[in-house]
C-alpha cells in the first residue's frame, strides 16, 4: 500500500523558514514525480512545486520562485521542500503527492493518485 506522510509544519513568523518532509512507504519515491500542493482556508488546492521522476527538473509556482525549493534524498525515500522568506500568504495545509506518469508541468491534481494527510503552515507574527 502507498503510503505518504509528511512533516514539519509549523507557526513560524513572516520572514522565517520551514522544511517540509514527504516521506513514503510501500514504494519507491524515485520512481514517482512528486508535488507538493498547498491549500488555504476558503480556497482551492493548488500546485506548489514538482520534481520530475525521469530527469529531476522541477517546477515552481511562480509566487514561490527563488523562496522554495523541492529536493530528493533517495536513501531517505524522501522528498523535501525547502521553504524560505515565508509570508502570510504561504498559510495553508500543505500536501504531498505523488504521480507514477511524471506528467508534466504544471501538475495537476487529477495526476496524482496517492495523497499523505497534510501538514500546516501558518506564517504570522
Known amino acids: 500500500q502507498l503510503q505518504l506522510v509528511e512533516s514539519g509544519g509549523g507557526l513560524v513568523q513572516p520572514g522565517g523558514s520551514l522544511r517540509l518532509s514527504c516521506a513514503a512507504s510501500?514504494?519507491?519515491?524515485?520512481?514517482?514525480?512528486i508535488g507538493w500542493f498547498r491549500q488555504a482556508p476558503g480556497k482551492e488546492r493548488e500546485g506548489v512545486s514538482c520534481i520530475s521522476s525521469s530527469d529531476g527538473s522541477t517546477w515552481y509556482k511562480d509566487s514561490v520562485k527563488g523562496r522554495f525549493t523541492i529536493s530528493r534524498d533517495n536513501a531517505k525515500n524522501t522528498v523535501y521542500l525547502q521553504m524560505n522568506s515565508l509570508k502570510p500568504e504561504d498559510t495553508a495545509v500543505y500536501y504531498c503527492a505523488a504521480d507514477p506518469e511524471d506528467s508534466g508541468y504544471p501538475p495537476l491534481i487529477a495526476d496524482f493518485g496517492s495523497w499523505g494527510q497534510g501538514t500546516q503552515v501558518t506564517v504570522s507574527s
Open positions: 510501500g514504494f519507491r519515491l524515485d520512481y514517482y514525480a
